[in-house]
């Protein structure tokens, strides 16, 4: 198993910048790419951005050449860096893992969020 657990968030006003961090511990060898989604007030959860073991990255249109995703494997550590924050980026941010094991298959992991808000 996989345990997350995120921090960084808080309030900020439009235009500044914020990181978040996500500290994984437990089985984190198995983990093949990791990412960050968020959810608004009654809007579903979103993708943000992802990244895998090999330092691939993805990004969602909307945080494009604002935010940036990182990992350190050897802390095992998941950075969001954030920057030029809008209102509409308020929402709960959540740390996601994604696994793989043979004889136990592909397994997902989530923290429980970080609430960021973006408001003067």
């Known amino acids: 198993q996989v345990q997350l657990v995120e921090s960084g968030g808080g309030l900020v006003q439009p235009g500044g910048s914020l990181r978040l961090s996500c500290a994984a511990s437990?089985?984190?060898?198995?983990?093949?790419?990791m990412g960050w989604y968020r959810q608004a007030p009654g809007k579903e959860r979103e993708l943000v951005a992802v990244?895998?073991?090999?330092?691939?990255?993805n990004y969602a249109d909307s945080v494009k050449g604002r935010f940036t995703i990182s990992r350190d494997n050897a802390k095992n550590t998941m950075y969001l860096q954030m920057n030029i924050l809008k209102p509409e980026d308020t929402a709960v941010y959540y740390c996601?893992?994604?696994?793989?094991?043979?004889?136990?298959?592909?397994?997902?992991?989530w923290g429980k969020g970080t609430l960021v808000t973006v408001a003067s």
């Open positions: 996601n893992a994604h696994t793989f094991m043979i004889g136990a298959g592909a397994m997902d992991y």
């Open positions: 437990g089985s984190t060898f198995s983990i093949n790419a």
């Open positions: 990244i895998t073991s090999g330092g691939s990255t």
